[in-house]
């Protein structure tokens, strides 16, 4: 137990984690780890000298047990004379609306409340039960998915976080240690059965991946959180080299474009030149990471490598990358897209969209129907949608009901399934009610209230032609 407690005091002075006078807001969930997190804290809050609090979220998904778990955490803290905030947030009802991760939404959910806590208490540091094992899988689970330095350095022991700090104290130790401290101080926790399942990717890689390593060598999480170290201060270093090098490279202009000057760019070594782009993509984005993906990245640094010629590449959101000579152009590509596509549908006539055209009528107007293909007819009843109909583009958040689906799909990942180019995604004509119900998605999707066979209850039919 003394080693234990010394070398996370020894990791808290190092990193610099805890100061005197800190409020600190222990994320407890009633596991193994943050238990054990919160006994360390109890003991040593009078020798750091400072304020502990305790917050925890019952994200309503495993019934009772998850309210037990809300009721542990609450008994031991006031047993223990520990402020606690706890709140339970219907996860099951946002990933009914929202479709998606069901774990992305949890962490959005839990760290936004955690956020609320100390904004409203003012506490300045929230403490996570990371730790050594956790890194080793952030690391091995990113390099999977791509090459992104980001990504494979790992968590940092400290990093901004609302209005304050966010810090892991136990991002050295061991799950096994941990587990030795909590035993060694008597401490009880909760165990979450779902962390025994294979249904999320960090429990097949704790599962199934880490074993193996750890058979190899046991003392590979201590190694990874030795490689995210060195890894995070080398990048802090060449991020900051890249921030002074930036404002000689890209230049903005009065129109909230950016111009890189080829020439300058290729002079810098190879991972400044990343980094700049980085840079250059949270500046356009507003520091979003939606779009910090090696894909892009890649392509952006394959059009700044010809000062020759023209080139353009068409970027999320409607911007695009602009190669002329020596310089790049990054700005909004204006359409006319709105003026284009926003219009009411009249029934019993035709609409011309762009490369396609549209018609809504009496499914009993069988003129109409003449000489169209089975694929261009649905069949749909008006009573199921509130007219009028128009055609417009999409917008964020647009989701469709699908047959064989019980929550909405995004607009923006059938894009993504479907291979459409960015550049058309903004254009692509949406057809919607009066209450913004879509009812196509037009000759990808349609909702699934439309139907290929006419059913009795039927009364319109919408044509899709694509040849025209």
Known sequence: MVSFEANVQQFILDEKLVEPGDRLLIACSGGMDSMALLHFFIKFQHNFKIQLFVTHVDHM??????????HFVESFC???????????????NLIQ??????????RRERYAFFSEIMEKNQINKLVTAHH??????SIIMALTKSGSINGIKGMYAKRNFANGTLIRPFLMVTKEEIKEYLVEMGGSYREDASNQ?????RNRFRHHIVPHLKKENNNV??????????LQQDDDVLNTIAEERFPHIVSKNNNNSFVLKIPLFQNEAAALQRRIILILLNYIYNNSNN??????????LNLCKNDEGSAVIHLPNGFIAKQQYHEVVFEKYETNSEALLEAEVPINKWTKLQGARLYIGEASNNLALENQSSSNLFYFNSQNFTPPLRIRARKDGDRISLKGMDAQKRLSRIFIDEKIPIHERDTWPVLVDAKEEILALIGIRVNKGLSKTKRLTDDLVMIIDKEC
Not at 61 to 70: A, K, P, T, V, W
Not at 78 to 92: A, G, L, M, R
Not at 197 to 201: C, I, Q
Not at 291 to 300: E, F, K, P, R
């Open 61 to 70: 998904l495993r019934g009772r047990i998850s309210e037990e778990d809300r």
């Open 78 to 92: 006031e047993k223990n004379n520990v402020p606690v905030f706890s709140t339970s947030i219907p996860i099951p």
């Open 97 to 106: 609306k929202e479709g998606g991760n069901s774990q992305a939404i949890c």
């Open 132 to 137: 050594a094992d956790d890194q080793l899988e």
């Open 197 to 201: 399942k294979d249904d999320y990717t």
């Open 221 to 230: 999480s201590a190694h990874a959180v030795v490689f995210a170290k060195n």
């Open 291 to 300: 779009v910090h993906s090696w894909t892009l990245t890649s392509s952006l």
